[in-house]
């Protein structure tokens, strides 16, 4: 990989491409940085996102269990009413 140039020995025309060569590709890096940043920062606020929307979820469930205790609770309590009703329709019938 060489470039065909006419320096005339003294090395300024090579310097001068090199230092060209070097910007274009401190550039390149530049831009690629740049849009890596712009990626992850996309990426942390849909991963922020997600983590909001599961814990919306989290709290929705544990809200679901607390109201299964309070209606299971409220089913032993009708099935014991239950028991002493007929209990009494039973021990009064006689």
């Given at each position: 990989m060489t470039a065909e140039c006419n320096d005339n020995g003294n090395g300024k025309v090579t310097l001068a491409l090199l230092g060209h060569k070097v910007d274009a590709l401190?550039?390149?890096l530049e831009d690629f940085i740049?849009?890596?940043r712009?990626?992850?920062q996309a990426n942390d606020d849909r991963v922020h996102d997600l983590e909001k929307v599961q814990a919306?979820?989290?709290?929705?469930?544990e809200n679901l269990k607390a109201q299964a205790k309070f209606w299971l609770s409220a089913e032993g309590v009708a099935a014991v009413f239950a028991m002493f009703v007929a209990l009494f329709k039973v021990g009064g019938g006689k």
């Amino acid at each position: 990989m060489t470039a065909e140039c006419n320096d005339n020995g003294n090395g300024k025309v090579t310097l001068a491409l090199l230092g060209h060569k070097v910007d274009a590709l401190t550039k390149t890096l530049e831009d690629f940085i740049k849009e890596e940043r712009v990626y992850h920062q996309a990426n942390d606020d849909r991963v922020h996102d997600l983590e909001k929307v599961q814990a919306r979820q989290d709290e929705r469930i544990e809200n679901l269990k607390a109201q299964a205790k309070f209606w299971l609770s409220a089913e032993g309590v009708a099935a014991v009413f239950a028991m002493f009703v007929a209990l009494f329709k039973v021990g009064g019938g006689k």
